[in-house]
C-alpha cells in the first residue's frame, strides 16, 4: 500500500526533472543500503532506540529486513530507473523525451547498449569472491548493494540493443521462463516447504527443487492466468495495456 500510494508523486517530481537528475536519484537511493548496512551491523539501530532485551533487538532487525522502511530506497530507485529508460533508453520509440534527456543521452545509450553485458558480467565475478566475505556483506547485497548491477541489467534488457537481450532473453526458452517468473516468485517457498516436509531436504530433494518449482509454477499459470475467468481477464488486459499504463506513470513499458 506504502508503494502503491507513493509511486504517483514520485514519478511525477521525476517527471519534470532531467535524466541526470533522476540517475543521481538512484545513485542516493544505492547510497542509503550503506546506511541501512550500518545500522544493521553489530545491531546498532537496536542501540540508537534504547533496546535493552533480545526481543527488541531483533524486532529491530525484522524492521530493517523485512519492511518497507528497508526496501523505500529500491523501490524509488526502480521509479528513477524507468525515468530514465522514458528519457533515454526508448530513444527512437513512442515511449521517448529527448528533450528532457539532458547531457546525460550520449553517455547513457551507450552504456546501456551493453547495460546487460556489463551488469551480468559485475554479477559474475562477485559469484568469485570469498564465500566469507559474501556472507559479511549479505544484508547489503540483499537491501540494494546490487543496485548498479541491477539496474544495468534492466536498462539493457529493455532498450533491447544489448546483444545478451537480443540473442538470448528474447529467446523462447527464456520468454517462456519470463511469463513464468512472478508465479515461480510466489510459490519458490510453497514448492519448497511441500518437497521439505514429503521428502527432507537433501541432496535428492535439492536437485529437484528447481524443476518442480518450474513445472507447477506452468500448472499454476495455465489453471489461472490462462484459462477463463477473471484472472485470466486481468493479465491479458495488463499485457495489452502495458505501456500506456508505465508511459502514465513515467515509466517503462512492460515487457
Known amino acids: 500500500l506504502m508503494y502503491w500510494l507513493a509511486v504517483r508523486p514520485i514519478a511525477q517530481a521525476l517527471r519534470e526533472r532531467s535524466a541526470a537528475f533522476s540517475a543521481a536519484v538512484a545513485a542516493c537511493c544505492w547510497a542509503a543500503s550503506f546506511a541501512l548496512a550500518w545500522l544493521h551491523h553489530d545491531r546498532r539501530l537496536a542501540a540508537m532506540v534504547g533496546c535493552g532485551d533480545k526481543v527488541c533487538e531483533e524486532v529491530c532487525n525484522q524492521y530493517l529486513e523485512h519492511s518497507p522502511f528497508g526496501y523505500f530506497h529500491v523501490f524509488v530507485a526502480g521509479v528513477a530507473v524507468a525515468r530514465i529508460y522514458s528519457q533515454v533508453g526508448a530513444a527512437g520509440g513512442p515511449e521517448a523525451e529527448p528533450s528532457s534527456a539532458g547531457w546525460l543521452a550520449p553517455a547513457?545509450?551507450?552504456?546501456?547498449?551493453?547495460?546487460?553485458?556489463?551488469?551480468?558480467?559485475?554479477?559474475?565475478?562477485?559469484?568469485?569472491?570469498?564465500?566469507?566475505?559474501?556472507?559479511?556483506?549479505?544484508?547489503?547485497?540483499?537491501?540494494?548493494?546490487?543496485?548498479?548491477?541491477?539496474?544495468?541489467?534492466?536498462?539493457?534488457?529493455?532498450?533491447?540493443?544489448?546483444?545478451?537481450?537480443?540473442?538470448?532473453?528474447?529467446?523462447?526458452?527464456?520468454?517462456?521462463?519470463?511469463?513464468?517468473?512472478?508465479?515461480?516468485?510466489?510459490?519458490?517457498?510453497?514448492?519448497?516447504?511441500?518437497?521439505?516436509h514429503a521428502f527432507g531436504w537433501g541432496h535428492r530433494t535439492k536437485m529437484?527443487?528447481?524443476?518442480?518449482?518450474?513445472?507447477?509454477?506452468?500448472?499454476?499459470?495455465?489453471?489461472?492466468?490462462?484459462?477463463?475467468?477473471?484472472?485470466?481477464?486481468?493479465?491479458?488486459?495488463?499485457?495489452?495495456?502495458?505501456?500506456?499504463?508505465?508511459?502514465?506513470?513515467?515509466?517503462?513499458?512492460?515487457?
Open 108 to 196: 547513457a545509450r551507450a552504456l546501456l547498449r551493453y547495460g546487460c553485458c556489463l551488469g551480468l558480467a559485475g554479477y559474475a565475478a562477485l559469484m568469485f569472491t570469498d564465500p566469507v566475505a559474501i556472507q559479511s556483506h549479505c544484508f547489503f547485497l540483499h537491501n540494494g548493494g546490487l543496485l548498479p548491477l541491477h539496474l544495468l541489467i534492466l536498462l539493457g534488457a529493455a532498450t533491447g540493443s544489448d546483444p545478451i537481450a537480443a540473442h538470448v532473453l528474447a529467446s523462447g526458452p527464456m520468454s517462456w521462463l519470463g511469463h513464468l517468473s512472478y508465479v515461480q516468485y510466489i510459490m519458490q517457498h510453497v514448492v519448497r516447504g511441500w518437497l521439505e
Open 208 to 255: 529437484a527443487y528447481l524443476p518442480a518449482l518450474v513445472l507447477f509454477s506452468w500448472a499454476c499459470q495455465q489453471l489461472w492466468l490462462r484459462g477463463p475467468g477473471p484472472a485470466a481477464a486481468a493479465c491479458k488486459s495488463a499485457r495489452g495495456g502495458g505501456a500506456a499504463a508505465a508511459a502514465d506513470y513515467g515509466g517503462a513499458p512492460a515487457a
